[in-house]
């Protein structure tokens, strides 16, 4: 499985080379570390990588989120908490068939101290919580461990058929397009213009849409704006007795 593993803004060399460990355990070799606050091939983490040290050298670095999962069709968020306006996690176990069915899903674990924030958590299309006991706070590396765990290694299972969904900068793409339009009707305002827009992104992340059908959904919006500028034009209100114009379907 093309699995890639996301490390946001990691703090210590140690739990790097640590995780880089654990991922080569379970046989994933994609590490992308987005914005880190260490040297990720500072000694200790190269000598925590152990075997995984070319792993760790041929991590990849970026500078966002949304830059790092910007060629994957599935990213999955982690997270030990419930949060306002967000899905509520799931067990690692229950969202494995999603995995499995996507051709370049990504596991996203957030810094040492905090986990990942609201804004990480939004890019991502499920959240996942491992279970633990009263005391919930996992090392990095053991965190990536046991989903890596779950997802790669967790059942011999036959694979189920493929389906190819977008890109995550094909879907950050069509969420800014809509956020654009539901400004341009009206249909939201600037305060509430992120909660709306976090509860489309739960409703269409379900969908696993693919590329094709983000450019369908992109096409209806920009025959919205159409609708608009052309009744703006002729100073009446947009309806649906005017003449409109057709977008094809595959339009970019």
């Known amino acids: 499985m093309n699995l890639a593993v996301v490390l946001v803004s990691p703090k210590t060399p140690g739990n790097i080379g640590s995780a880089a460990r654990a991922m080569l355990n379970m046989g994933a070799s994609d590490l992308r570390i987005v914005a880190p606050r260490c040297d990720h091939l500072d000694s200790q983490a190269v000598a925590m990588a152990v075997h995984a040290a070319d792993l760790l050298r041929g991590a990849r670095i ?14 999955v968020g982690t997270s030990a908490r419930l949060r ?27 810094p040492e101290e905090t986990g990942l924030i609201n804004s990480d958590l939004e890019q991502c299309q499920v959240t996942v919580r491992i279970p633990t006991g009263d005391y919930a706070s996992l090392n990095l590396a053991q965190a990536v461990l046991l989903v890596c765990y779950e997802f790669l290694q967790g059942q011999d299972e036959p694979a189920p058929v493929t389906r190819k969904t977008a890109t995550r900068e094909e879907m950050e793409a069509m969420y800014g397009h809509l956020q654009e339009t539901m400004h341009l009707i009206g249909y939201t305002d600037a305060v509430r213009a992120r909660h709306t827009l976090r509860l489309w992104r739960a409703m269409l992340d379900r969908a696993l849409m693919s590329s094709a059908e983000s450019r369908l959904f992109r096409g209806f919006l920009r025959q919205v704006k159409w609708k608009v500028d052309d009744a703006a034009g002729r100073g009446t209100e947009a309806g649906p007795d005017r003449e409109t114009r057709t977008t094809e379907a595959g339009e970019v």
């Open 62 to 75: 970026y500078s966002t989120l949304r830059e790092a999962l910007a060629d994957r069709d599935l990213s």
């Open 84 to 110: 306002a306006d967000l899905p509520a996690p799931r067990h690692p176990a229950l969202v494995r068939p999603l995995v499995r069915q996507a051709a370049a899903p990504a596991l996203v674990f957030g």
